[in-house]
């Protein structure tokens, strides 16, 4: 039955429902980071090195705010399409956010988990972007890998191109929205 469903469904529908997927999957690996056991003092680090990061972030105009944090995400996206390796290296990325989550969890307010904090980040709109975009890398991913599989990877490169520029799109406001916010709340 539902091997018949796929097979009639429509190429589109298809992409769209392995889009669906990967968000859910990306979700999951990013709560798993989350959970992972750690040190009080590996968390201390961990906490550490973003925050340096962040006064790095907001030392910058919005517009820089905005090239840096899209550099950034976009770098992590073109890697997810990689043919049959992004699905590790994507993995790797969103599992290790969620160790940054999750220390920051542990070092700040222990009545507030990191999978709380997680899931508020979802209030803003450069979040659910972010995670769109890297779901869609992982369905180019998954689609290209197949067709490569098949013999006909040049054939879906032309449609793994059109994901990537979607996913450059949504990254990109993205990182304008974050570092609008970013810009407008207190240090």
Same mark, same amino acid.
């Given at each position: ?11 589109? &529908? ?26 009080? $003092?590996?968390? $201390? ?8 990061? $962040? $006064? ?13 944090? &899209?550099?950034?995400? &976009? ?11 992004? !699905? ?14 999750? =220390? ?13 904090? !997680?899931?508020?980040?979802?209030? &803003?709109? !450069? ?33 793994? =191109?059109?994901?990537? =520029? ?22």
């Amino acid at each position: 039955m539902a091997m018949k469903f796929w097979k009639e469904s429509s190429s589109r &529908f298809k992409r769209f429902i392995t889009i669906i997927f990967f968000l859910v999957l990306s979700i999951v690996v990013t709560i798993a980071g989350i959970l992972t056991p750690m040190s009080l $003092q590996d968390a $201390q680090d961990r906490s550490k090195d973003l925050n340096t990061t $962040q $006064q790095e972030i907001r030392s910058l105009s919005v517009w820089e705010m905005t090239l840096a944090i &899209f550099e950034n995400n &976009f770098l992590i996206c073109l890697l997810m399409f990689i043919p049959f390796v992004g !699905f590790f290296i994507g993995s790797y990325v969103l599992y290790n956010t969620g160790l940054v989550i999750g =220390a920051v969890g542990l070092t700040s307010d222990p009545h507030i988990s990191g999978v709380l904090i !997680f899931l508020a980040l979802f209030i &803003f709109p !450069f979040s659910w972007l972010e995670y769109i975009a890297y779901a869609t890398g992982f369905s180019g991913n998954l689609w290209l890998s197949w067709r490569i599989i098949r013999r006909k990877g040049l054939w879906e490169l032309r449609r793994t =191109a059109k994901l990537i =520029a979607i996913s450059a799109g949504l990254l990109f406001a993205g990182a304008l929205i974050e570092a609008l916010i970013i810009a407008s709340s207190p240090a």
